[in-house]
């Protein structure tokens, strides 16, 4: 429960700084894991689809 009194206490915009960083960290993530993790290999390349 103290956690929750701390941030009761912090200023609004504090507390929006902290929340859009979480969103932007996790799309960041969430589009490294995509582009570079397991569903990589689901992706396709359309350079490699219209070869001249």
């Known amino acids: 429960m103290e ?3 701390s941030l ?3 200023e609004p ?3 929006m700084i902290l929340a859009v960083s ?4 996790i ?3 969430a589009s490294i894991y ?3 993790g397991p569903p990589s ?3 396709a390349d359309p350079f ?3 070869e001249d």
């Open 22 to 25: 979480a969103v932007v960290i």
């Open 3 to 5: 956690f929750a009194t």
């Open 48 to 50: 490699d689809d219209h």
């Open 27 to 29: 799309i960041t993530g």
């Open 41 to 43: 290999k689901e992706l």
């Open 34 to 36: 995509t582009s570079f």
């Open 8 to 10: 009761s206490n912090l």
């Open 13 to 15: 915009a504090t507390v």
